[in-house]
């Protein structure tokens, strides 16, 4: 599984973007550094929970990725894009303690 170095994953952070929607959690990261590629589906953790990688649904510049990503077939993320991640379902209380703190 490949991992988001924290420092970088705060350089690709829109800060001050999570906020609890009717939906569930949203986010969003803007891809300024260089051309990316994802080929494995995107796993999200929240203060130490996984998210069922079922209930997240990802936007890049405002379109719903419906298909998730592989090697056959990665995801293209060019510079400029921004992207959404979104978790949907019920949140509780707590489970956004700290704001953007317990992103990984």
């Known amino acids: 599984m490949a991992y988001i170095p924290k420092a ?3 350089r690709l952070y829109v800060k001050g973007s999570m906020q ?3 939906e569930g959690l ?3 990261l803007r891809n300024s550094l260089a051309p990316a590629a994802i080929n494995a589906p995107i796993k999200i953790t929240i203060d130490d929970v996984p998210v069922d990688p079922a209930n997240v649904k990802v936007f890049i510049n405002d379109r719903e990725v419906v298909e998730p990503p592989s090697d056959e077939k990665p995801l293209e993320v060019p510079v400029g894009s921004r992207d959404h991640p979104a978790r949907e379902g019920e949140l ?7 704001g ?3 992103l990984r």
Do not use: F, I, N, W
């Open 20 to 22: 609890v929607t009717s």
């Open 8 to 10: 970088l994953l705060r």
């Open 100 to 102: 953007d703190r317990g």
């Open 26 to 28: 949203s986010l969003k």
């Open 92 to 98: 509780h209380q707590g489970e956004t303690q700290g």
